[in-house]
């Protein structure tokens, strides 16, 4: 059995979503013949208190914790103190594993691929691979700061040190995959999205008890389920509610249940005239499936700066049950080339706030025609970016990365 080794900063059994997508990964590749070995921290993502124990055998797949301390990862110093220190513990922790195949580095903690610059001395015959969910020191310039100026271009050029290590940089998308190019490393560049945590067979149907509570008098229900941060936008649906409102009253409602630094803003924007548009609290993940099937369309959004540098996973989720997407973000982002590519939904800022007002008033009286849009969301999900589909990529390209390393 070839031997695989995964790095992620947190991993089974903590539930945040990213480590549930590298908990998968881990289980479907061991299912398709690899002896896989995860090596992470032993923290919590929702709770750092929590000390994890330092190794576990998990349906025998060997997880190795290195310890570190409970920094305040929403601390810019913290987080990037915190990066150096998993960089060189994941370091130490290597050298008395033995010899990999295969070696995959996630992009959390911060800058993780520099792990690559020690990693290529280490594992010498290994194919070394970078699956980047977020794009550092990009994601810092779109945040933004008086001290990105000076250190952008530092971390720039270790990042691409780091990344000439690797046989191949897996991205989310065309722009991502564009910006990681501009760096010239040299290795092989592939897309592997980040799947659906709940995936179905048909649309979800309409459940009847949420769309009671959240969409009280909606003919057609849109919903903004998660994070509202610094890389997302709540304007362009706002607009879009009150073009609506102007044209059919409540009839095409918006339901916002969202959390992140832009929620209470998002609060302080809904106006006592916004009639068609509520919040709601966010959904514990036992709530979320009904949740979610509550709506005839999603929302999702990117902010122009970081197009390329994070794909927001909903889009994938919303898709993953047979719902079409409105999406407020830049046209060069790849949420909106894959929309004008599949039709999967509305772009907001191609098609315009009246345009989309058309097309949805058109839905709400024509719903076979919405239950067609709905079928050919899911099915694109399903050839295109299910786990099945994405966990065989993965397994064909580390073999053949390994096969070509060792020719």
Known sequence: MPRLL?????????DVVS????ADLAEELQRRGWQVTVVTSNRLWRDPSVELPPREDWNGIQIHRVYRPSWDQARPIERLANSGWMVAAWLRQTVGLGEFDAIV???????APTLGLGLRRLQPRAAIVHWCFDLYP??????????VTVLGPIARRLM????RRFDALVDLGPRMRERLASYHAGAAQETM???ALSETDAPAPVDAQARAALFPRAKLALLYSGTMGRAHDFEPFLRLARACRA?????????????????DELRRAIGPDDSNVGLAPFADEAALPARLASADLH????????AGVVVPSKFFASLAIGRPVIYAGPADSEIARWIAEYDLGLHLGEDGVDAAADRLHRLMDDPTASARWQENALAVYRREWSKRVTCDRWDARLRALVSSRTQ
Request: hydrophobic share 45%; charged share 20%.
């Open 193 to 195: 999205v980040p799947w």
């Open 299 to 306: 929302l999702v959004s990117l902010r122009a700066d970081w």
């Open 138 to 147: 990009e994601i810092l310039t779109a945040e933004g700061g008086r001290a």
């Open 6 to 14: 995964l790095f992620y900063h947190f991993f089974h059994p903590d």
């Open 247 to 263: 044209r059919s009253g409540d009839a095409v409602s918006v339901c916002f249940a969202a959390r992140g630094n832009r929620a």
């Open 19 to 22: 480590a549930r997508l590298y």
């Open 105 to 111: 580095i996630g992009s959390d903690p911060a800058f």
């Open 160 to 163: 691409g040190l780091a990344y």
